[in-house]
């Protein structure tokens, strides 16, 4: 038996290299199953190799076995062909029907592009600005890119009533701040505004949609340098309200920190951190946050003087108060239960430099709102200068103006 085997061995060697050198020379050949079903050109050369080691296997096992007085295994030599071939048939089906569903993909494809009488799914064109939303633009998305809100804003021009087109948004909830206000509806003007707190709950802000770009959320007001005079509201804080911190809005991010200095009825000091990365305001002041040592507003990546329009990108820190030992209280001002007390050791300040990277507590700042060791004042100097006007424990220096009588307003975007 075994020379019979080895015939059959050697033949089947020739086929294989047959077809091998027809590849070779790129000349097509016609080959057909057991099953006499056509086998294409790709298919002839990996059954060719499989043919090849079904029967070296079968010869190997058959050689050896000859002393032994085993049966013969002719039938499954058949029984391997048949199920290379079913094996390559079903592959066949297969790659039928993922043909089968790239023709239903495309059509699909093709009746929505042209559902609506448009040919073409509107694309996604990145911009700075919204433009215009009306009923001739009403379907055309936009990937809004801000230099505030640090994340991918996809949205739509939509028709919300009669005669009514708006910017929605697509990939957030429902718009949150002043700074969403502005960046849907950018002609919106300064005033009371209706927006979602962080309970999801309705409730109506000031907004200052005019200074430096707009979109600014008033979170807080003092009639006084003491910090601590001033209570948690549930109320509307407005320049024209009561004093007291927001305690609506606590857990929403902001990536700028505004403070507008008034006296005698006039901006004397206007001012924004813009922070390196963003953060929930009942976090605003960090626990030793100046370089490990006062409590302050830091990973300032820089401040921007508004009313001297001169932008400062050494400043890295605003020392709100000693070091306190304890949880920044400040912060729980901006939250639903509030404070008793916004500092715990009777400074608290705000306040920047345009030549230092440290200002506020136990600092010398260009401005200056708040308490030093008891001390409590507001300091500015002259517009658009970077020196340092005020000093340690309400002093001032280069020819600063000091008061103890003096509004602050506090915002945020």
Same mark, same amino acid.
């Given at each position: 038996?075994?020379?019979?085997?080895?015939?059959?061995?050697?033949?089947?060697?020739?086929?294989?290299?047959?077809?091998?050198?027809?590849? @070779?020379?790129?000349?097509?050949?016609?080959?057909?199953?057991?099953?006499?079903?056509?086998?294409?050109?790709?298919?002839?050369?990996?059954?060719?190799?499989?043919?090849?080691?079904?029967?070296?296997?079968?010869?190997?096992?058959?050689? *050896?076995?000859?002393?032994?007085?085993?049966?013969?295994?002719?039938?499954?030599?058949?029984?391997?062909?048949?199920?290379?071939?079913?094996?390559?048939?079903?592959?066949?089906?297969?790659?039928?029907?993922?043909?089968? /569903?790239?023709?239903?993909?495309?059509?699909?494809?093709?009746?929505?592009?042209?559902?609506?009488?448009?040919?073409? *799914?509107? @694309? /996604?064109?990145?911009?700075?600005?919204?433009?215009?939303?009306?009923?001739?633009?009403?379907?055309?998305?936009? /990937?809004?890119? &801000?230099?505030?809100?640090?994340?991918?804003?996809?949205?739509?021009?939509?028709?919300?009533?009669?005669?009514?087109?708006?910017?929605?948004?697509?990939?957030?909830?429902?718009?949150?701040? $002043?700074?969403?206000?502005?960046?849907?509806?950018?002609?919106?003007?300064?005033?009371?505004?209706?927006?979602?707190?962080?309970?999801?709950?309705?409730?109506?802000?000031?907004?200052?949609?005019?200074?430096?770009?707009?979109?600014?959320?008033?979170?807080?007001?003092?009639?006084?340098?003491?910090?601590?005079?001033?209570?948690?509201?549930?109320?509307?804080?407005?320049?024209?309200?009561?004093?007291?911190?927001?305690?609506?809005?606590?857990?929403?991010?902001?990536?700028?920190?505004?403070?507008?200095?008034?006296?005698?009825?006039?901006?004397?000091?206007?001012?924004?951190?813009?922070?390196?990365?963003?953060?929930?305001? @009942?976090?605003?002041?960090?626990?030793?946050?100046?370089?490990?040592?006062?409590?302050?507003?830091?990973?300032?990546?820089?401040?921007?003087?508004?009313?001297?329009?001169?932008?400062?990108?050494?400043?890295?820190?605003?020392?709100?108060?000693?070091?306190?030992?304890?949880?920044?209280?400040?912060?729980? $001002?901006?939250?639903?239960?509030?404070?008793?007390?916004?500092?715990?050791?009777?400074?608290?300040?705000?306040?920047?430099?345009?030549?230092?990277?440290? @200002?506020?507590?136990?600092?010398?700042?260009?401005?200056?709102?708040?308490?030093?060791?008891?001390?409590?004042?507001? $300091?500015?100097?002259?517009?658009?200068? &970077?020196?340092?006007?005020?000093?340690?424990?309400?002093?001032?220096?280069?020819?600063?103006?000091?008061?103890?009588?003096?509004?602050?307003?506090?915002?945020?975007?």
């Amino acid at each position: 038996r075994w020379w019979l085997l080895t015939l059959l061995l050697i033949a089947h060697c020739g086929l294989a290299l047959s077809l091998l050198a027809h590849r @070779s020379r790129g000349k097509s050949l016609e080959m057909r199953s057991l099953d006499g079903e056509r086998v294409s050109r790709s298919e002839v050369y990996p059954r060719a190799v499989a043919y090849l080691l079904v029967v070296c296997a079968v010869y190997s096992k058959n050689v *050896v076995a000859v002393g032994e007085g085993t049966s013969d295994n002719a039938c499954l030599v058949t029984q391997l062909f048949h199920t290379v071939s079913r094996m390559s048939s079903e592959t066949k089906s297969l790659q039928s029907s993922v043909q089968d /569903l790239t023709r239903k993909s495309e059509m699909l494809e093709s009746n929505i592009n042209s559902a609506g009488g448009r040919s073409e *799914v509107s @694309s /996604l064109v990145s911009v700075t600005q919204l433009p215009n939303c009306s009923a001739s633009s009403r379907g055309e998305l936009a /990937l809004l890119n &801000s230099t505030v809100i640090r994340s991918d804003i996809v949205m739509a021009c939509l028709q919300t009533a009669p005669s009514l087109y708006e910017w929605t948004f697509l990939n957030k909830m429902q718009p949150v701040g $002043c700074l969403d206000l502005k960046l849907r509806q950018p002609q919106t003007v300064s005033g009371l505004h209706t927006v979602r707190d962080s309970q999801g709950i309705d409730t109506t802000v000031y907004c200052d949609m005019d200074t430096a770009g707009g979109g600014w959320q008033m979170i807080g007001k003092s009639n006084q340098p003491n910090l601590n005079g001033v209570a948690t509201t549930h109320g509307v804080i407005s320049p024209l309200g009561s004093p007291g911190w927001s305690g609506r809005f606590g857990y929403q991010f902001l990536s700028e920190f505004r403070v507008e200095v008034m006296h005698a009825g006039a901006t004397v000091a206007d001012w924004f951190h813009r922070l390196r990365s963003s953060r929930i305001l @009942s976090e605003l002041v960090r626990l030793r946050g100046c370089f490990n040592d006062d409590d302050g507003l830091n990973d300032i990546e820089f401040t921007f003087d508004i009313k001297g329009n001169i932008k400062y990108d050494r400043h890295r820190c605003a020392a709100f108060q000693d070091w306190c030992q304890q949880a920044v209280t400040i912060n729980s $001002c901006f939250t639903v239960s509030g404070c008793s007390a916004a500092v715990c050791i009777g400074d608290g300040s705000f306040s920047f430099s345009g030549s230092d990277q440290v @200002s506020g507590q136990d600092h010398q700042s260009t401005a200056y709102f708040g308490c030093d060791d008891g001390s409590c004042c507001a $300091c500015w100097g002259v517009t658009g200068s &970077s020196s340092n006007f005020c000093n340690h424990g309400c002093g001032s220096v280069n020819g600063g103006t000091v008061s103890a009588s003096a509004t602050a307003y506090i915002y945020i975007r």
